[in-house]
């Protein structure tokens, strides 16, 4: 995995788009990926998914949407 300067996004310079981002905090780990965020919780049934390209304020949680299933990983 390649990394990136924070200072870049701070003074917006030189910021390249990535194509995905992992995140993991405690026991959730999360990816963003075409628009599509995914949160697991570790050692549970549940989590959460959102269509950030038509929900970007993440209201609807389609974790159970049988449509976004092949989201899921």
Same mark, same amino acid.
């Given at each position: 995995m390649e990394n990136h300067p924070y200072s870049d996004y701070? !003074?917006?310079e030189n910021v390249t788009p990535r194509a995905y981002?992992?995140?993991e905090?405690?026991?959730i780990k999360g990816v963003i990926e075409n628009g599509?965020? !995914?949160l697991y919780y570790v050692n549970r049934e549940y989590g959460e998914l959102y269509d950030l390209n038509n929900d970007p304020a993440e209201r609807v949680n389609l974790w159970a949407d049988p449509a976004?299933?092949?989201a899921k990983l």
């Open positions: 701070w !003074t917006k981002v992992f995140m905090a405690h026991d599509i965020k !995914t976004y299933q092949d």
